[in-house]
């Protein structure tokens, strides 16, 4: 009896081993060439993303380069601890947020509009050389950005100053004393320096629209704006919630030097966000806590992967379109 | 219809706003870098070149790491995006085939890296011992594929070409990979043309890995010397040793502030309309047809 | 079944394949070995005896880690690097970090593991806590030993400069790990200046003001008149920058008319050998309230707090007429050099305030960390003597003025020199314009020695630097009696102390600004802005500074 029971379990266990081999196989043969091409981008994932993925636990240790990543002492939570008990981690997280989140409001939709405005113009010419114009400012760097952000707003030599004073008669107010503007100077400054780069992937996706939907749209009687509504919005549409997701997922990172060159001691309430925070923690006290910054950065990592993992099932729930 | 009128006319408009709005600071710039300096510094340029002057422009060209990181910028971006475009699309199209088992999986591993990463230590190191330091490779690889343009190429394939293709040209025998050469690509070429401009931008902007991994100076890319020049005291003047120092660089930064910018810029905008070509319209009524 | 089967053998052999080079990639790490200094002290047998030239017997290859400076054409075919080659029988070689970033680079191939570092970092400005940092990980050598044994020209400064001198270069652990820079220079010292734009005082036939009272009425009749002429008020009485050295020190200016202020040493100072807060004192809220009061009737421009340094200089030099009626700053050079301007706006005395206090806001020169020897130098007693060498007069000229007889020489007769009038004579006469491109020096980041008959040596006749000069005395006798100066601290009071400043002086910018913009009132704040400060921790603060003050001095 016990002899029959083995033999029996053996005998399914090989069956059931054997169908997943053959299934492995079944599925390798089809599809071997696709495999194939997977294997050099994920070659280069191991290697150089994940391999030093593991240099995150420097985040739960005291890094000492005397004794290397694995030398150095385990102290578990201790340097998060220290980061989320410190002074000003409250008033720094709420500033990183909120420029993030007003950021994404604003400057998600533009592009879309930019560019279903832009596909509209009937001039083939001034259509190409819009679309050339509105991208240039991406280039700019940061820096000068930043300086002729001053420049312009200035009141008493900027031309927001000359205007002013022209049309009023009056000496100009200094938009910039007032810690408020801040914000609002942040995001629409990036607004316009990137709106024409981010349209791009959109102008890209409304010229695969054919013009038969079109042509077949106005013969109905659609007027042009009708047809913007049914035919190039849900045309674009995948790639713009994809793009929604992604952005989402970068929230916690507030860049550095944009900010920091518009920081003033007038605004420093509003414009301290985590980034320039670790900057001034690490490098004014010199010799830098990598400790520190790593646990920081693995912080903002978390919640950035908690948000784009919501959104994206989300996203899956309402429309087709999701990351995976 | 007059509806429409109304509404082409209502979009011009618009259009012609955004241009000025876009355009004066750009005007702004390029009349700088034609300006004398004194004129600048003193806030006389407000919309056309004052003192109109090429000594920017000659002391851009009379350093000599603008002109060598120029080359190698050039270099870096060619040879880059070509790596880039081809490790993108050899990812991106069998992930974005529906029958590829586990490609949900795969493309949940590719995610995961844009999120969570070592940080600068454990990829120096990793350079480090690959022994790629002070090497182009170092600007090359590291970065070969961005997950979000990833994303961007699979969306574009997945969605833009339909899968009665697919079936169709299975039936007709024809493999894999005659079918992303034959059929796939061609009809990528707007979100090819997309990401080679992202990539190329990415490499002629790109910094952070050359300070990263390279001290010989003959192996600097353009950006990382303007910032040298630019960024003299931007950043924390407290830690001031040398006053005159501090001066002179500021001089010097203020000379060549926007002839650099432009300068920089040219190769960027010359590319556009090159990569314009291929956001042209109709391009699948053929293949529908056929 | 079958694809979670499939899902867990992808994932691991990912996690396989990612752990196993992980593994390889870091496992390897070797305990670094502080050097250890237990045996005695022998020189270098390849060098000569400290005095002697060349250096080195043999020739000697070094590898120098530096900042890119842009006005350098070539480093190697340059006439700095050649002099030392000389002297020293070496060869140097290269290695370039970005400017902006050099402490950002230097940190990353410290946590690396510090073997690729150059043989010599120079011109990095390193902070002592990464001075004390590094040194503790063993990845600088002390140089203790070759100070006393080895050296030639810095045995000279020691002697000159005597034990303060070196308590400023030691580390708490008793160790001395750079060459520095040490430059003294007269004017930098005293830099925070007041100017004021001469002609419209004569206009309205006014005194230049010599205290705070005099100056608010001087401001007052600026504002009120139309000076400039062009039909308008737009004249802004006193402006000032939220960046650029000097210029955003006003408020140091003026608040040393009340209680010494000095932002360099965080606001504290020294009152018979006790170290206080000048923000925690009554005369603080004076000191805000006379600041108020001109910003409240338009003489102090609001701007101050927002404007950089390139919109200060634009104001200052306006090209449709003069606008600003008086600023501080160290000079304003931003006037080009056929502006009638340079010569019309001239240099106030520091101002008396209500109740008799005056101080001039003094920063003493102070040498900071320049030349560090790394572990990976064969070499670390030549690497010193290269030290030493740029430590001596000939070169600490050189590498600021380039060579004698090709980009300076001695004065002529009837050359002057600016400071004559204080005792020092002018002793070089620049040819090299300083900021164009050169090829004989490295731009000034090298360590070296300059004491005063240096820096107001200079033969020159720029007005601006003149009246700087004439006014300097002024200065010099307002000076406060005891300063800080600097302190080396320990890891442990860093750490303690250095995420308290941090909030303190965010806190105190805030503040400052709304309480003279107008938006708070210190008056009916102060208690809550000292309570605040108190719960930041700032008598820890005071405690651990004068601790770490007592014992850098006691030495």
Not at chain 1, 135 to 161: A, D, E, K, R, W
Not at chain 1, 266 to 275: C, R
Request: aromatic share 12%.
């Amino acid at each position: 009896m016990a002899f029959q029971a083995k033999e029996l379990y053996q005998y399914k266990e090989s069956v059931r081993y054997a169908s997943v081999s053959n299934r492995v196989a079944k599925v390798l043969k089809k599809n071997w060439q696709l495999y194939l091409y997977m294997l050099l981008p994920m070659l280069y994932l191991i290697i150089f993303a994940y391999g030093p993925m593991f240099g995150i636990v420097i985040a739960f240790k005291d890094f000492s380069p005397q004794h290397g990543i694995w030398g150095s002492k385990w102290v578990g939570l201790k340097n998060f601890n220290e980061f989320l008990n410190s002074y000003q981690f409250i008033q720094v997280l709420k500033n990183t947020l909120l420029i993030s989140v007003y950021s994404l409001f604003v400057s998600f939709p533009i592009p879309i509009i930019l560019a279903l405005i832009i596909n509209v113009i009937r001039n083939e010419t001034f259509k190409k050389a819009t679309q050339m114009i509105v991208y240039i400012p991406h280039f700019i760097s940061t820096v000068v950005l930043v300086g002729m952000i001053h420049q312009i707003f200035n009141p008493i030599i900027g031309l927001y100053g000359n205007l002013y004073t022209r049309i009023t008669g009056k000496a100009a107010f200094d938009i910039m004393t007032k810690p408020e503007t801040f914000l609002h100077m942040y995001v629409w400054s990036g607004v316009w320096q990137n709106m024409g780069w981010n349209s791009i992937i959109y102008i890209a996706a409304l010229s695969s629209v054919s013009n038969e939907l079109h042509e077949a749209a106005q013969i109905d009687g659609a007027s042009r704006f009708k047809r913007i509504l049914h035919i190039d919005l849900p045309s674009i549409l995948p790639t713009a919630v994809t793009l929604l997701i992604l952005n989402c997922g970068h929230i916690m990172s507030v860049g550095f030097e944009k900010v920091f060159l518009m920081q003033n001691p007038l605004n420093l309430k509003y414009s301290e966000v985590i980034s320039t925070y670790v900057y001034k923690i690490g490098i004014a006290s010199g010799g830098g806590d990598f400790s520190y910054s790593t646990a920081i950065g693995l912080f903002n990592s978390v919640i950035n992967f908690i948000l784009i993992l919501t959104v994206n099932a989300i996203s899956k729930k309402i429309s087709e379109t999701s990351l995976w | 219809m007059k509806e429409d009128r109304l509404f082409y006319c209502i979009v011009d408009v618009i259009v012609c706003l955004i241009l000025i709005i876009i355009l004066y600071p750009l005007i702004f710039i390029v009349s700088s870098s034609f300006s004398s300096t004194e004129a600048v510094i003193s806030g006389r340029v407000l919309l056309f070149p004052v003192d109109f002057s090429l000594e920017g422009y000659k002391a851009v060209f009379k350093t000599n790491d603008v002109l060598i990181g120029y080359r190698n910028s050039l270099f870096y971006t060619v040879v880059g995006t070509f790596i880039n475009v081809s490790m993108t699309m050899m990812a991106a199209y069998p992930l974005s085939r529906k029958d590829m088992e586990g490609r949900n999986l795969l493309m949940m591993i590719f995610a995961f890296t844009m999120i969570f990463n070592g940080g600068m230590i454990p990829t120096y190191m990793l350079i480090r011992s690959l022994k790629m330091l002070n090497t182009p490779w170092a600007l090359l690889i590291p970065g070969a594929i961005s997950v979000y343009n990833l994303i961007i190429t699979r969306t574009y394939i997945q969605t833009s070409i339909p899968g009665e293709l697919l079936e169709a040209s299975k039936i007709d025998g024809c493999s894999d990979s005659k079918y992303l050469l034959k059929i796939v690509l061609p009809l990528s070429k707007p979100v090819i043309a997309v990401i080679t401009l992202y990539y190329a931008i990415g490499h002629w902007n790109a910094y952070f890995n050359a300070f990263l991994y390279i001290t010989n100076e003959k192996l600097f890319p353009l950006q990382l010397v303007l910032r040298n020049i630019l960024l003299a005291n931007q950043i924390d003047g407290s830690m001031v040793t040398d006053p005159e120092l501090l001066r002179v660089k500021q001089g010097l930064a203020d000379l060549l502030r926007y002839s650099l910018i432009v300068v920089s810029s040219v190769p960027v905008l010359i590319i556009y309309p090159f990569i314009q070509k291929h956001f042209v319209k109709g391009v699948m009524i053929g293949s529908i047809k056929g | 079944m079958n694809r979670l089967r499939q899902t867990k053998f992808i994932i691991s052999t990912i996690l396989v394949l990612s752990i196993f080079l992980s593994i390889s990639l870091f496992g390897c790490s070797k305990d670094q070995q502080t050097s250890n200094n237990t045996n005695e002290y022998v020189m270098d047998p390849n060098l000569n005896p400290p005095g002697q030239f060349p250096v080195c017997k043999e020739k000697v290859t070094f590898t120098i880690g530096i900042p890119r400076m842009p006005q350098v054409i070539d480093y190697k075919d340059n006439s700095y690097t050649k002099a030392l080659e000389e002297k020293m029988n070496c060869d140097i070689q290269f290695e370039f970090f970005p400017e902006s970033e050099a402490t950002q680079k230097v940190e990353l191939m410290v946590a690396a593991g510090g073997d690729d570092l150059p043989d010599i970092l120079v011109g990095m400005y390193l902070t002592d806590k990464a001075v004390a940092t590094y040194g503790k990980n063993g990845m600088i050598v002390p140089l203790n030993d070759y100070y006393e044994k080895s050296s030639y020209y810095l045995k000279q400064v020691v002697e000159k400069e005597g034990q303060n001198f070196l308590n400023m270069i030691t580390m708490d652990d008793g160790n001395i790990y750079v060459v520095p820079t040490y430059n003294k220079i007269l004017q930098n010292e005293l830099a925070v200046r007041l100017w004021i734009y001469q002609p419209w005082l004569d206009k309205l036939g006014l005194q230049k003001p010599t205290n705070t009272t005099e100056f608010k009425n001087v401001l007052t009749a600026f504002k009120e008149n139309d000076l400039n002429g062009n039909g308008k008020q737009d004249e802004i009485p006193f402006i000032g920058s939220s960046t650029g050295w000097t210029a955003s020190y006003f408020l140091d200016f003026f608040m040393s008319a009340f209680v010494y202020a000095d932002r360099k040493s965080n606001y504290l100072y020294l009152d018979n050998g006790q170290i206080k807060a000048a923000y925690l004192q009554p005369e603080w809220k004076d000191g805000i309230n006379y600041l108020h009061d001109l910003c409240k009737n338009g003489l102090l421009s609001p701007s101050s707090f927002t404007i950089t340094l390139d919109q200060f200089n634009q104001i200052v030099a306006n090209a449709n007429g003069v606008i600003a009626g008086s600023f501080v700053h160290t000079e304003p050079s931003s006037l080009t050099v056929d502006d009638p301007r340079r010569t019309e706006y001239k240099c106030l005395p520091p101002l008396e305030g209500p109740k008799g206090v005056k101080y001039a806001v003094y920063t003493p020169s102070m040498p900071n960390n320049n030349f560090v020897i790394t572990k990976t130098c064969k070499n670390p007693e030549a690497a010193f003597r290269m030290g030493d060498i740029m430590c001596s007069e000939e070169m600490t000229i050189h590498t600021r003025f380039g060579q004698k007889g090709v980009d300076w020489v001695p004065p002529e007769e009837g050359d002057k020199g600016a400071f004559e009038s204080l005792g020092y004579p002018p002793l070089i006469k620049p040819i090299m314009v300083w900021g164009q491109p050169q090829k004989a020096n490295w731009q000034n980041q090298t360590p070296g020695y300059r004491d005063y008959h240096i820096g107001c040596g200079l033969v020159g006749s720029d007005p601006l630097t003149i009246e700087g000069a004439n006014v300097l005395p002024d200065y010099i006798a307002a000076k406060p009696k005891e300063v800080i100066g600097k302190i080396i601290y320990t890891e442990e009071e860093l750490d303690t102390i250095s995420e308290i400043q941090t909030a303190i002086t965010s806190y105190l910018n805030d503040m400052t600004a709304q309480y003279i913009v107008g938006t708070r009132d210190i008056n009916a704040d102060w208690e809550n802005f000292q309570n605040t400060l108190k719960n930041m921790g700032v008598d820890q603060l005071l405690k651990i500074t004068q601790q770490a003050y007592n014992r850098t001095n006691r030495k």
